[in-house]
């Protein structure tokens, strides 16, 4: 992908987590409010996590992991309950202390593309408050999800 | 501003928005959820209409308004509950049919900044489902809120 | 049923809603936060008038609808990420302009509960902002969603 | 009050605490979600908790601390954004192991009333996962936190 002002496709992600979509998940205007369609890739995340080994557990165990360091996203449809989703994620660049972590949203089993973006994550110490350098046992699964 | 990675100051905003953090705003990391930070600027946001003419009594009677395209946003600092902040907005670059409105959030009566980022407004038919051009009387007061 | 404080057994409930619980549900106490139980009640519930004839279509169209007049609600259980839930809904008694539906949470597939309650729903106009008559087709439905 | 679907006024109440009403508040029938109502009346139990003693540090260095077993509550008006409110809390009956917390808002500066309800709180110990006697320091505040 690399430039998420493309559009992308189904086939551009490795990993997918369902959401359903909530009544309440909708606002005022009478479709799901922005802020959630970033509250279906944070659920995604925590999943694509625990599959790279950094789950809930790890995280607090180590006071260790990925935090969310900018995120970007195009909001391509408007959504109305009831519906349900698929997100997409896919890790893009991995530097020493940080990740891209690129998502699209789409109805289940269709191409129809409801947002889509990207997350920066840094790797960082709770503790310390700063950036680390990434595990290398995460490195690699990072990179590869859909085979850990 | 223009290149939002910039670091922001004060003084680049010309409205403010005022933001109670509540401990509900909190996550299971103990920290303000990344999502809320988008509903504070959204917060704004709809304060900001309502100085340019365009409050949600506008939008309901017209089925006419902006809609979010796209948003970036850069995490500077956890905020932990209990917390004041201060959301700034500008209306960065105007098109025909669209407009940025940076923002910042800091907390209240500081220069520290816990964020900032920048959405993409479309001028939307809601009934037509497309991007229609900005009023004139609304184009003139985007770019000075802070005279209206 | 008819008291709520007693413990409610699956065998109670005749109409059911599954949920998911988001990573986001949690709150800084690493526990899905209690008001979210009530949104899970509101989604079953919107669930529950959908089979009976009064989905969110028949509600905006009509401007009329059942609307919470006060909720009870008993926390059983803490619940944590990750998770799945049940929620079983039946209505309790029916009076001229309201009735009481009675709800409980339970871990998908099991007996534990997870907490449980009543929400007491009036018939309203929204236009007019006051309790009518429940219509008769949606009285004989209430008492019996599981044949609709 | 003891009977809490009596209409309380506001000299029933001793501690008070502020809500600004957030356009994100509303569902998709254009007011307060209801489950809002018990996120307001939760950010002001954390106030009242801290002014008897009992703030996040306190339940975060003990791991004990007051946790909600149930809340009953009587939704009395719509509220629609922009609002700001306020919830008036009280304590209620004092038992060995829990506390009732009796709940009003109301707009502010008004005698409007906007719902009322009450919360029973058991003190907790987190770790244990069971409810164990309130600490006679905090008992003889609960019954008068204005005074602390």
Known sequence: MGDHRRVPARTDFTFWWPVTVRWGDMDALGHVNNTLYLQYVESA?????????????????????????????????????????????????????????ECAIFRTGTDILVGNG????????????????IPAAVRSLLAAPGTA
């Not at 790797?123 to 408050?129: I, N």
């Open 45 to 101: 995340r925590v999943g694509f996590l625990e599959r790279v080994g950094w789950g809930v557990e790890a995280f607090a165990a180590t006071r260790q992991g990925p935090a969310v360091v900018s995120q970007t996203f195009h909001y391509r449809r408007q959504v109305v309950y009831p519906a349900t989703l698929e997100v997409g994620l896919r890790c893009g660049e991995i530097r020493h202390r940080s990740f891209d972590l």
């Open 118 to 133: 990207n997350t920066v994550l840094a790797w960082t110490d709770l503790s310390a408050g700063r950036a680390v350098e």
